[in-house]
DNA sequence: CTACGTGATGACAGCGACTGACATCGAATG
DNA sequence: CATTCGATGTCAGTCGCTGTCATCACGTAG
């Protein structure tokens, strides 16, 4: 047996995601976190930025699965086909993780820090993605806007998918959300 | 004369944006504004909920104009030429601060604290307008989507406003932005 | 087998953002 | 004139977060 028991940024992990659903995210201190994962707040900071991080760490592995997943595409495929193309990747992690994630919504919805922290997750993926259309050949401004309003879709449709009272295919409710789109901005 | 200079809050809005300018965000405490405007750290609070506030005093009215716009462009407009003319509005907001702007911009590009608040002013803007959308009539997801591509115009608008090597009409700006858009969602 | 380096953690002090509670005092009000 | 009120000051305290140094099981070289 190793000096400390094994998988700390586990049991901080488990120990911040119970405490924010118990009993909020603003009235749960770091040193509390750190007590039932049995360690200290200053080792909590070394897994985790801040205090938020723990609900994002699978942030930056969505947004490389959805750039794979966009550069990925036909050649001769369109810019928001391309997009289409990484909504439907990204749909695909969340299969099976409905209750899941909307627990943890319900965590983020409550507090505006954690909205912020998601916005700025977002961004990311939106810039990331409009660096890879700008790779593909595409020019700005048709970049940048391609690749938010593909951002503006998945929010969307993810919304959609936690709050639906009869549960969905979010591959689905993408689908159907890009359509939508291409609908409203249609020109007459 | 008073028991306390005048313009409290005005004193302290500029001892903030002068600080912030030169010396950036984080290497500015609250006391050092506070004291810069011969006031005390409290009272900063008391005119401001966070040190970042500051920066977006004009978010707000900023929003009810993009609302009212949106409200009051004509029944029959589809709900993109509503979104069209909120656009227009924002712009002439604009006329004559550029190179302010330009400055504000670059305090809040050097700071993640900040993009993550600019960002959460642009989803309240983006809500706001939603529900303007569904006043009017429009269903969701119709109304979001709509609501979204507006924002995203907006930043990309704004954004090549900011970064143009010659200064150029934002209004102007916005309308080729949102024609790219359509552009890039027409199905083929 | 021993010495040494390494990596994860603990312990502790400290800064800065933010809050609550109470005191102060000029000005408006009657 | 007495009272109330609003804006500010003062002070103590919490909490997020950081820098620094100590500790100690483990692996590895000699």
Redesign the pocket.
């Known amino acids: 047996?190793?000096?400390?028991e094994p998988d700390?940024?586990g049991r901080l992990t488990k120990a911040a995601l119970e405490l924010y659903s118990e009993r909020g995210y603003?009235q749960?201190?770091?040193?509390e976190i750190?007590r039932r994962a049995?360690?200290?707040?200053?080792?909590f900071?070394?897994?985790y930025?801040?205090?938020?991080e723990v609900l994002f760490v699978g942030a930056s592995s969505m947004e490389e699965l959805f750039v794979q997943a966009v550069a990925g595409a036909p050649e001769s495929a369109a810019p928001i086909d391309a997009i289409a193309a990484g909504l439907e990747a990204v749909s695909k992690v969340f299969a099976g993780r409905h209750e899941h994630s909307r627990q943890r919504q319900a965590v983020i919805a409550a507090n505006a820090e954690l909205q912020e922290r998601e916005l700025i997750k977002l961004a990311s993926i939106s810039a990331a993605l409009a660096d890879t259309l700008r790779r593909r050949g595409v020019a700005e401004p048709a970049a940048s806007l391609t690749a938010e309003v593909g951002v503006a879709v998945f929010k969307v449709g993810f919304e959609r998918w936690i709050t639906a009272s009869e549960e969905r295919e979010l591959s689905q409710l993408m689908r159907e959300s890009l359509d939508e789109l291409k609908a409203v901005t249609a020109s007459s």
Do not use: I
């Open positions: 047996m190793g000096r400390w700390a940024r603003e749960t201190t770091v040193a750190a049995g360690l200290t707040e200053r080792t900071f070394r897994h930025a801040d205090k938020r």
